[in-house]
């Protein structure tokens, strides 16, 4: 057995070493390519990573670029495609880093980070019944300056007797006081539909449970109905409200209408009505919110895009329709009156706006042209740049554009490989 396992071991050892060359050998020849700062803050490029891929459709290679350089996947050795984990969330794997202890097999649920405090939260269930689960949500808190932590196993009583599902859309930790929201979905033995939020309120003293607030309930109800948190990541931060998207979907009709177009075929759906609100974790109050009608209508001719984000207090939607962004913002506090910024990636150096995204006030996109080859297999763009806009004037805090790294004449040729945008930016 000790030779089997010694033999594996150098299997993996030589696969490593022949996959590292091989892919470092591969990379070489592959054009090098640079973000590029025109003007404002270059600071504010240093988070930014803009994925793409370079090639045809026949052959290509994937790659990311920054300002840094470029970093295609074939330099990847056989050790990363086997035991990297790849994160979804960058800020996810910013905690890992920063506290592997406690990090240890917490790497599906959700987080809360501040200054002093780390929280993980994640839905479990235990089998009580052929069809019956009992649900609970494991909850686990470290005191940052002691590395010290803890931990509890809660019960969500509200999914006592459902058959269904539930999961935490909220984390907050207020003094000595963690909330922990959570939302249940499922049916009675009358297949009666139940939907909800509670707010489990947990000492970090002695892990009791301290209250549990009833936040929003409702029955009879589409089983296609939901309640899921606003938010732009999935680490929350310290925060006083917490943002709801309630959409409760009526019954299907009996007798259902169907048209058909050519070659397709619609089914009358019944109809799902939307309310955002703002819940407030000191009091437990729950407020709607008013938002306004969507300003870009999805037409063929157009790829239409939209965001929502919740951030401090605001939330933002934000609109998408190739060469134009609306932003509308919404002080949930009842502050300041809701205001709405537009831009056009005219404004930019190009026609398409690519990948937008929030983070805080500032808006990331990527400007080019024309997703689509022409005839002749290039891209109608005058470039490839990256923009970091203040969401709420409209102000221009930096541009960036993806350049060759190699000889001039050779740029434009290389340029021309790359396409397929997507922007990210890392915590």
């Known amino acids: 057995m000790r030779r089997f396992w010694l033999t594996i071991v150098l299997l993996v050892v030589a696969l490593g070493g022949i996959g590292g060359y091989y892919g470092a050998r591969a990379a070489e020849e592959l054009p090098p390519f640079r973000l590029v700062t025109l003007e404002g803050d270059a600071e504010l490029a240093e988070p930014i990573a803009l994925n793409l891929v370079y090639g045809s459709r026949a052959e290509s290679e994937f790659l990311r670029i920054d300002e840094a350089g470029s970093h295609y996947s074939t330099n990847q050795s056989v050790f990363d495609d086997l035991f990297r984990y790849n994160y979804r969330y960058p800020e996810v794997e910013a905690l890992v880093e920063a506290h592997r202890g406690f990090m240890r097999g917490k790497l599906i649920g959700d987080y809360y980070t501040d200054e002093e405090w780390v929280l993980h939260a994640v839905i479990d269930y235990e089998r009580v019944a052929k069809e019956q689960l009992d649900a609970y949500f494991e909850l686990n808190w470290l005191k940052v300056d002691t590395g010290k932590s803890a931990g509890g196993r809660y019960r969500i009583e509200a999914m006592q007797g459902l058959r269904g599902y539930a999961n935490v859309i909220g984390l907050q930790r207020r003094d000595q006081e963690l909330h922990v929201l959570v939302q249940y979905s499922g049916s009675n033995a009358s297949d009666e539909q139940h939907l909800g939020v509670l707010d489990y309120v947990v000492s970090t003293e002695d892990g009791g449970l301290l209250r549990t607030v009833p936040v929003y309930e409702a029955t009879g109800m589409n089983a296609n109905s939901s309640i899921s948190a606003v938010g732009d990541n999935q680490v929350s931060h310290p925060d006083d409200y917490a943002l709801l998207n309630v959409r409760i979907r009526e019954e299907e009709p009996e007798s259902p209408s169907v048209t058909v177009s050519g070659n397709r075929i619609a089914v009358e759906a019944a109809p799902t009505a939307s309310q955002y609100y703002s819940y407030r974790y000191e009091t437990g109050e729950l407020v709607p919110i008013t938002i306004e009608p969507d300003e870009l209508v999805r037409s063929e001719a157009e790829r239409t895009w939209q965001g929502l984000y919740y951030r401090d207090g605001v939330l933002t939607r934000l609109e998408q329709a190739d060469g134009r962004i609306v932003l509308h913002r919404y002080d949930v506090t009842g502050q300041t009156e809701h205001s709405r910024t537009e831009l056009q990636a005219e404004q930019f150096g190009d026609s398409m706006f690519y990948s937008p995204g929030l983070d805080g ?67």
Do not use: M, W
């Open 361 to 427: 006030d500032r808006l990331y996109a990527v400007v080019s042209g024309d997703p689509y080859r022409s005839a002749d297999g290039s891209f109608d763009r005058e470039g490839i740049y990256v923009i970091v806009v203040d969401s709420t004037s409209g102000e221009l805090l930096y541009k960036g554009e993806v350049q060759y790294d190699g000889p001039a004449e050779e740029a434009a040729g290389h340029l021309a490989g790359l396409y397929s945008f997507n922007l990210y930016v890392r915590p």
